[in-house]
């Protein structure tokens, strides 16, 4: 590794695929990778390929890939400069980016400020608001289920129920009625509280026919700061993505120029660095958008940006975090053909999605040009019950969105896994649905299409 880099070992502050991920960057730039593991991951991939590799805790997360002292005394312990913390666990806790920063740890990621600024949902939508960037109509945060009763009254059912803190649809129910009201604000509550140590509630008005399309920012400590064009989220179930795509097949020209717009002023409002993903809700009825969130983390779906654009997002947040300036301006970046990337997940989608964590007998993930799969499976591998259940990402490039799906399907149809349950067969169903063929899915059409193949294998 170079001096000019500035960052010479890099400790890995996850697990999986996104661990392994990051090992590729380091190896294109030349840079050591170490790898936090709990006790259940000594035998992952990531762990292989790795430099070294430090148990850092039992399976428990809370114990492990949650532990912040056990992780900052296990990057000090092993001379790394920098820490990658990848997402999910540790990525987007302001404490976390300040611990680092007091130990000399370089933080592949924002400030403090910007993640705390981004990171609370609320904080952001009125950031959002003061800068005329459209949000959907919503409340302030709401204490008790007669606040939410009063929000609901005042912006018309149905309503939607949000965690401030957190992502990944945790502490999110649909009210359709008020009646429904106190059970979903109990739930919602209890279950933000959990997952994100923070019980704090607010109420959004819930669009109907809804796209969830993204933004992909990246900015340096120069001052320069871009976007790559946008990616569409929309193929979800209960708020958690399972396809995404790139670029969206249903916005227009004006509307993706608008919504880069507003990411990069949001962006820029909070001297955002590294990468990060302005989310917006695009009302099919009205054509109108509407700010969401910031993640303030590089996203699981970042390969279908890398693969229409060419640059890779991973070693250009090191580089930003060693000090270095971007390597493209916005004049350089240019979106070609169309990426579709589908999370395959160890779980049994004819069970309600049940996880199905096992050992992996048959691995043979499919391979052609146009085709990515970023994975920590291999033959033998136990996949553990402790952690996410996604066990790959497969990722197709194409001219244009019909030879994507085609290659797409074409990959899901050779990809060989024996050993346990995956979604495997439930994303070859929804390539070949002429709902998803044609663009007509919303971010409710995964529930619907369901719903109504299980009431039809009722009757």
Request: glycine content about 8%.
């Amino acid at each position: 590794m170079t001096d000019k880099h500035g960052i010479k070992r890099l400790f890995i502050a996850n697990r999986g695929e996104i661990a392994v991920r990051i090992i590729r960057a380091c190896r294109k730039l030349g840079i050591e990778a170490v790898v936090a593991i709990s006790e259940a991951d000594r035998h992952t991939l990531a762990a292989r390929m790795a430099d070294r590799a430090v148990c850092i805790g039992p399976a428990p997360a809370s114990q492990s890939y949650l532990n912040m002292p056990a992780v900052v005394v296990a990057a000090k312990g092993t001379h790394c400069d920098a820490i990658h913390p990848g997402y999910g666990f540790l990525a987007e806790r302001a404490a976390f980016v300040r611990l680092c920063v007091e130990q000399d740890l370089v933080f592949v990621g924002p400030s403090a400020r910007a993640m705390e600024e981004m990171g609370d949902k609320l904080r952001a939508r009125r950031i959002a608001e003061d800068l005329k960037i459209p949000t959907v109509p919503g409340s302030d945060h709401v204490r008790t289920v007669k606040e939410a009763l009063a929000a609901g009254e005042r912006l018309g059912y149905p309503v939607l129920i949000k965690a401030s803190a957190g992502g990944g649809g945790r502490g999110m129910r649909i009210v359709r009625a008020p009646q429904e009201a106190m059970d979903a604000f109990d739930s919602a509550s209890a279950e933000a509280r959990a997952a994100f140590g923070d019980p704090t509630l607010y109420i959004e008005r819930y669009i109907e026919r809804a796209r969830h399309i993204e933004i992909q920012v990246i900015g340096d400590r120069h001052g320069n700061l871009v976007h790559l064009g946008e990616r569409d989220c929309s193929t979800q179930r209960r708020h958690q993505k399972l396809i995404e795509e790139a670029p969206s097949p249903v916005i227009d020209s004006q509307v993706r120029s608008s919504m880069a717009r507003a990411a990069i002023e949001l962006a820029s409002h909070v001297g955002y660095t590294s990468a990060g993903t302005v989310e917006f809700i695009y009302d099919l009825d009205s054509g109108n958008f509407y700010f969401l969130e910031m993640n303030t983390r590089i996203q699981v779906e970042h390969p279908v940006t890398e693969l229409i654009t060419g640059i890779d997002l991973v070693a250009e947040q090191i580089r930003v975090a060693a000090g270095e300036p971007l390597s493209v301006a916005q004049s350089d970046i240019e979106a070609h053909g169309h990426a579709i990337e589908c999370r395959i997940n160890a779980e049994l989608p004819d069970q309600d999605f049940m996880p199905a964590p096992g050992t992996i007998v048959r691995w043979e993930p499919p391979v052609g040009d146009g085709i990515r799969v970023d994975t920590h499976c291999y033959p033998g591998y136990f996949v553990p019950p402790f952690y996410d259940s996604m066990i790959a990402k497969l990722i197709v490039h194409g001219r244009d969105r019909g030879t994507a799906i085609a290659k797409m399907t074409e990959a899901l149809d050779s990809f060989r896994v024996e050993g346990l349950g995956t979604t495997i067969p439930f994303h070859r169903s929804v390539l070949r649905h002429p709902d998803f063929q044609e663009n007509r899915v919303t971010t409710r059409w995964v529930e619907q299409e369901l719903s109504a193949r299980s009431k039809a294998g009722r009757s």
